[in-house]
């Protein structure tokens, strides 16, 4: 079955220090990649995506991701943090499978970041 | 503005007495969903349409009913709620290459049954 494991449920870390938030997903197949994130009292928004091609992501607001096929692992990076992250990030997979598509979230990490 | 309207974005309910949530999107966008948000759980689907007249379940269905009448809007009914549907609400919505496009999600209606 496949399945979406963020293995940090929460992360704290010191404003302008670096962050990761881990990712690893189970599948057979080729496999789509996301993550979003939800700020305070708001719906889950587009960070950045892995669809083919270079590994190396780049989103909004200076957030990056690395996908490892070998690792099957799609960790979200920050080199440094601003208060203004603070927020749950989610990290989701879509594939094809049988005429349809199935996409899954994992269970989010939320960020805290401190003064 | 490309959004997903969801609506209201608060409600307290109880126990047996119907309600819907509506969702509306102004993308043309053919694939809607509904999801619930729990701690500890993450996003679970309800429902999901990939078009006018055409639902099928997610993976946490029971005690919910959706319809897809016209395109843009999705609504969400619960017929008798019960307090393990209390819960944060999520509609998203995605275009026809949706397995790359990724969702749009609307702002969530947090939901009580009492």
Not at chain 1, 24 to 33: A, D, G, K, Q, T
Not at chain 2, 21 to 37: G, I
Request: glycine content about 8%; charged content about 20%; aromatic content about 12%.
């Amino acid at each position: 079955a496949q399945s979406v494991t963020q293995l940090d449920s929460q992360v704290p870390v010191f404003e302008e220090a670096p962050v990761e938030l881990r990712c690893n997903y189970s599948s057979s197949v080729s496999v789509y990649l996301f993550w979003y994130v939800q700020y305070p009292n708001q719906g889950l928004q587009l960070l950045l995506k892995y669809l083919s091609g270079s590994t190396l992501v780049k989103g909004i607001n200076g957030f990056e991701a690395e996908f490892n096929k070998s690792q099957t692992s799609f960790h979200l990076r920050k080199p440094s943090v601003h208060i203004s992250d603070t927020a749950e990030y989610f990290c989701a997979v879509s594939k094809a499978t049988s005429g349809t598509y199935k996409y899954i979230f994992g269970t989010g990490t939320r960020l805290k970041v401190l003064a | 503005e490309a959004q997903v309207t969801q609506n209201p974005r608060y409600l307290i309910t109880v126990t047996g007495k119907k309600l819907t949530v509506t969702c509306s999107q102004n993308m043309n966008h053919e694939y809607m969903s509904w999801y619930r948000q729990d701690p500890g759980l993450g996003l679970r689907q309800i429902y999901y349409s990939m078009n006018v007249e055409v639902t099928d379940k997610g993976d946490v269905p029971e005690g919910y009913k959706v319809s897809r009448k016209e395109k843009r809007n999705f609504p969400l009914i619960l017929e008798s709620p019960s307090p393990n549907q209390t819960s944060l609400y999520f509609c998203a919505s995605s275009g026809r290459d949706r397995l790359g496009n990724g969702y749009t999600f609307g702002s969530g209606t947090r939901l009580t049954v009492v």
